[in-house]
């Protein structure tokens, strides 16, 4: 066997130290005469700032991670909390926006029924309110349905109006509803008097450009008839009341060649409206009403 691999570090019996149990009491009579001295004289104080100087690096270093995820969570809490925030806005806005337009289509709704019980008072034929429905889809006619019909007591051929002018006049009847011809219709025929001149002349409706307009018939290139005449009522055919208001001339067309002028004039009445006050005939103008609206209406299809 190698020397070098003998254990050459003594018995365990012959160890020479202090016991545990007294090294135990020595530490711990040490710890509190340190305890006690520090708590009277306070001799460790300035160790301790010196020591806490030291570690001040290395606590702000540990806590580096710790405050970057409370600001990273804080941050983006505000960021869900804003676009809660705009989301909520934006439904406020809306809500607002379509109150408003309710607000604005009631005013303008309160506005033409003043309008139209204006009117209703300044005219002496008997008349009531009706509400427009919907527009027949019709490519080659123009006409409206409205809410009311024979039960209500409206007569075949009555004259329908709004507070701006004439719209057109009731050529089928129901017993709760009413089919109402526009002016605007080629097919429709009212006898009208220049508010100017004092000219009768009888209208047909008609397109000009694509928009539904209606136009003086048989008129001579030589009239005196200026852009921006009133067309209203004459009166004479037993239907329409004499003095309501149909148009204003907004077009005229005179050629060398030819003996008549081709005039248009504008409705002043709202066709696209929605409120409109139908006229009552009676006797003998209501036969020759329903005789005009039976007129009209041959040859239209069902």
Known sequence: MALESLDRSPPPFFRVGFAPLTKLVFFSALSLLLMFGDMQLQFTKPLRAALSTLILPVQWLVLQPGQALNFAGKHFQSLEQAQENLKAADLKILELSARSQQVEQLKFENQTLRQLMGLSSNISTPSQAAEILFDVPDPYNQRLVLNKGQVDGVVL?????????????????????????????????????????????????????????????????????????????????????????????????????ISFARIHAKPLAELQGRHVLILQPTGATAASAASAASASTKGKAP
């Open 157 to 257: 051929g009555s004259p329908v109006i709004d507070a701006g002018g004439v719209i057109g006049q009731i050529t089928r009847l129901l017993p709760m509803t009413a089919e109402v011809t526009l002016l605007t219709d080629h097919q429709q025929s009212i006898p009208v008097l220049n508010s100017r001149t004092g000219s009768r002349n009888i209208t047909n409706g008609d397109m000009l450009e694509g928009v539904p307009m209606i136009e003086l018939k048989f008129v001579p290139a030589s009239a005196d008839v200026k852009e921006g005449d009133l067309l209203i009522t004459s009166g004479i055919d037993g239907v329409y009341p004499a003095g309501l208001q149909v148009a204003r001339i907004s077009h005229i067309e005179r050629r060398v060649d």
